[in-house]
């Protein structure tokens, strides 16, 4: 965790492609970076290529780092739900696999709750009882390969960042107006 006197904090989401994950966290309100990288396997210092084979347990997850006083946690997790499918099983079309998968990690039991009672609010006005996220402790985050670090924004001609990274994004934008940075 950053800096607790000054109101920094980290928090861990993964709901699909990380590129498309970093890409939205950086356009939220208070939130100063997103780091692409790998938590909740068993594998230690897994690589990307590890990754894609779906055995070692760990799912693409986005490092969020932000400022407290400027955004909460309850809305980082209000973010994370509507910028993707919580019910789909092991990923976020078009990537499927265990590596995909969604988890909404807690550091703290304040922090398990908000997740738990988001999902029983979701599952009771929207989706039916059908959402699928994981809600896991965290362990351990490690930060992925350099060239995964702001994908969408260096590669903007990208055919995945043009096809899927973007529109989502704009989807994201569109649903959560108020949670996004002032251009």
């Keep these: 965790m950053m800096n607790a006197q000054n109101d920094k904090k980290v928090a861990y989401f993964a709901s699909g492609c990380f590129w498309c994950v970093e890409a939205i966290y950086e356009n939220i309100k208070g939130v100063e970076e997103a780091v692409s990288g790998y938590a909740g396997g068993h594998t230690k210092n897994p690589t990307y290529q590890e990754i894609g084979t779906g055995r070692t347990g760990h799912a693409e997850t986005v490092a969020v780092y932000y400022d407290s006083k400027k955004v909460s946690f309850q809305e980082l997790v209000d973010a994370f739900f509507a910028s993707h499918d919580p019910t789909t099983v092991n990923g976020q079309y078009p990537d499927f696999g265990t590596q995909y998968r969604s988890i909404a ?79």
């Design 105 to 183: 990690f807690y550091q703290t039991d304040e922090e398990k709750e908000i997740i738990k009672k988001t999902i029983d609010k979701l599952n009771k006005e929207e989706y039916n009882g059908k959402i699928v996220t994981e809600v896991k402790k965290f362990d351990l985050f490690y930060k992925a390969e350099e060239y995964h670090q702001n994908f969408e924004e260096r590669n903007p001609n990208n055919p995945y960042v043009r096809s899927v990274s973007v529109p989502r994004l704009e989807r994201f934008k569109r649903s959560c107006p108020l949670l996004l940075k002032k251009k």
